[in-house]
């Protein structure tokens, strides 16, 4: 276990320091309209807002995984890493290896991406009943 929470917490690090790297806050630049920065062409325009959304999308993506990261060190800690989040069962070393943060076994994780959480379908039942009342 100890080569797991050192492994977690190394990749935590790192992904805290390109966070960090990136910079938490935009400049004056970022946030000031496009249209406000005197670009005389259309394309200029258009590369600097791909640009910025490319950053808020890296950033975005860079926070999940800190989270996650931080969420299996909680679960290392608890006694419950390496277990799925969905069904209880062990998730597989190989699986763990590639992407240490993961809270769910491959079958279960299949089974989210196709269908969403168990919570998310109550949810639809519920809105279903809802229209089908009002009809």
């Known amino acids: 276990m100890d080569a797991i929470r050192k492994r977690l917490e190394q990749e935590l690090r790192s992904a805290t320091a390109r966070l960090r790297q990136m ?11 496009v249209a406000d920065t005197g ?16 950053g808020y999308a890296t950033r975005e993506l860079l ?17 419950a890493y390496g ?13 763990l290896r590639v992407m240490p943060e993961v809270e769910t076994c491959v079958r279960c994780q299949e089974k989210l991406e196709r269908f ?13 009943g809802a229209s089908t009342e009002e009809d």
């Open 23 to 33: 910079g938490g806050t935009e400049s004056l630049d970022d946030t000031r309209p």
């Open 39 to 54: 670009f005389a062409d259309e394309v200029d325009v258009i590369q600097v807002n791909e640009s910025r959304e490319i």
């Open 63 to 79: 926070v999940e995984r800190v989270n996650r990261l931080s969420s299996a060190l909680d679960r290392l800690d608890g006694g």
């Open 83 to 95: 277990t799925c989040a969905e069904c209880g069962e062990a998730i597989a070393p190989a699986r």
């Open 116 to 128: 969403g959480r168990s919570d998310d379908d109550d949810l639809v039942e519920a809105s279903a």
